[in-house]
């Protein structure tokens, strides 16, 4: 009479131990994969960075500078709250090495005194406006200031709060050049990046159409006069392990995507834009949180749309302009930064899901595209599921104890390797360290990014994927800061491991 009930049970069991077996070795070959991937676009970045460091030496950095032929720049600076360093950012912005620029600065309704400090330094004066609405907006210029009678070619609009992508779509409506380069307030350029970043504009004027530029973490540097003097790897692991993330990643990663023509993302710290494309395609979507990833998405699917190919025009990673930001210090803040970008990217991916395997989009819709799919936006789910199943699998006899262990040692050692060759080719083509102990603690860092901050990077990542998928309010999120004079401080005091 119990013997059917035991035999089901049985079955059950070996059904959910075959389950759990296969589902153990689908997430390792998932990890082989991915990295995998990475290293493919590094190998792709390695042979890019050697034909630019080849050509560094003939870049014509001073012949551009003093060119009439350099196009113009508009540099579009949202503020909200930046009182306390919103004028030395302006004029660390108006000492750039470059011809002819404007900075346009959008207070986008702060209530700390933003405006009254800008109005102190520049001497600023209200003048009547008509803003053209070349991209809509919604929150209204209530007024425009203008240094008083001088030639600081500073613009200063403040608007009724809507969100940093209102902004930058006022910032873009006053723009009087035809390039825009979109900076975060609280960033430090290098005094040439402005010149290298629009040197693709002057070599293929006809076809270029954005260039983003690598963004540094500042803490730890040694920062001088609105100018990082000095490169150092931060201090604290978390700050390391961050370090070698951005060289993977955001570095050398974007600059295999670049030399592909797939590249899908340009950071909202420093990205420079033909104004007339942008405003082709409306501005900023202020209704998605990655509003600087979603322009670039959306200006390859335009264009694709109007029947052009991928040798038609060019949206390029350069790797030499560095714009500097101070990382998150703290998990917690580190935490609501990588919530807010995996909303960010699973709303574009929603948003622009037709082009997913679309052939109509060549390699952005082919490649591009089902890579961020497979390994950005479902890389959380695995991860975390991993850490759930594969325990589970040596506890219920599922999978070969010993032959797991080795393939996990395998898999996270050939992470580390992935890192580690990042790291070797940032050293390589830039040498931007200038203390041994420095590339030490990178190394250090490629050890606690694998070992630990990945998975608590997953469960945010995973939250901030499910606050899209249920339309949660989009709420930015108080990013506190230490501020750069703190960073550099802790420099000179040395204090380093």
């Not at 042979?47 to 350099?70: C, I, K, N, Q």
């Not at 420079?272 to 699917?301: N, S, Y």
């Not at 325990?391 to 599922?398: E, I, K, Q, R």
């Not at 606050?467 to 999120?477: M, N, S, T």
Request: with cysteine; aromatic share 8%.
């Amino acid at each position: 009479m119990n013997a059917a009930p035991v035999e089901m049970w049985d079955g059950l069991l070996g059904t959910l131990h075959g389950l759990i077996a296969v589902s153990d070795t689908a997430i390792i070959l998932y990890f082989l994969a991915i990295n995998t991937g990475y290293l493919v676009l590094i190998l792709l970045a390695l042979g890019e960075l050697v034909r630019r460091v080849r050509r560094a030496p003939f870049a014509g950095y001073e012949d551009a500078a003093t060119s009439p032929f350099t196009p113009p720049i508009s540099v579009i600076m949202p503020a909200y709250n930046e009182a306390a360093g919103i004028t030395e950012a302006v004029r660390a912005m108006l000492l750039l090495h470059y011809p002819v620029l404007e900075v346009i600065v959008v207070d986008d309704g702060s209530t700390d005194g933003t405006l009254e400090a800008l109005t102190d330094a520049f001497g600023l004066a209200e003048v009547d406006h008509v803003v053209t609405e070349d991209v809509p907006v919604r929150g209204k210029v209530t007024s425009l200031h203008l240094p008083r009678g001088g030639p600081i070619p500073v613009v200063v609009a403040r608007k009724a709060n809507g969100g940093k992508a209102d902004a930058l779509n006022v910032g873009i409506n006053l723009a009087r050049y035809p390039l825009v380069c979109m900076v975060d307030a609280d960033s430090i350029l290098d005094s040439q990046a402005l010149l290298a970043v629009a040197k693709p504009f002057g070599d293929d004027p006809l076809r270029v159409v954005a260039t983003g530029g690598v963004v540094g973490i500042a803490n730890g540097c040694t920062i001088e006069a609105g100018r990082v003097a000095e490169v150092h790897v931060p201090p604290d692991l978390l700050g390391r392990a961050q370090v070698v993330e951005y060289l993977r990643g955001f570095f050398l990663g974007r600059t295999g995507w670049s030399k592909i023509g797939g590249l899908l993302i340009i950071a909202g710290a420093f990205g420079l834009f033909r104004r007339d494309a942008v405003v082709a395609v409306g501005g900023m979507d202020p209704d998605c949180i990655g509003e600087d990833a979603e322009l670039v998405v959306r200006l390859h699917r335009h264009l694709r749309e109007q029947g052009l190919g991928h040798r038609d025009y060019r949206i390029v990673f350069v790797t030499e302009p560095i714009s500097w930001s101070e990382a998150p210090s703290s998990l917690r803040v580190l935490g609501r930064q990588r919530r807010r970008w995996q909303r960010g990217l699973t709303e574009i991916l929603l948003k622009h899901r037709r082009l997913i395997g679309n052939p109509r989009y060549g390699r952005v819709g082919l490649t591009a595209l089902p890579f961020y799919v497979l390994f950005e936006l479902m890389a959380p789910l695995v991860e975390l599921a991993g850490l759930v199943l594969v325990p589970l699998g040596v506890l219920l006899g599922a999978v070969d104890t010993d032959f797991l262990l080795r393939f996990l040692l395998a898999a996270y050692a050939y992470a580390m390797v992935v890192s580690l060759v990042s790291v070797a080719v940032e050293e390589y083509a830039y040498h931007r360290f200038s203390r041994w102990r420095d590339v030490w603690g990178a190394f250090v860092g490629v050890v606690v990014e694998n070992l630990g901050y990945r998975q608590f990077t997953a469960w945010w990542r995973l939250r901030g994927m499910w606050d899209a998928l249920r339309g949660a309010p989009r709420v930015w999120g108080a990013m506190s800061r230490s501020g750069f004079g703190t960073t550099r401080r802790e420099t000179e005091g040395g204090g380093r491991a």
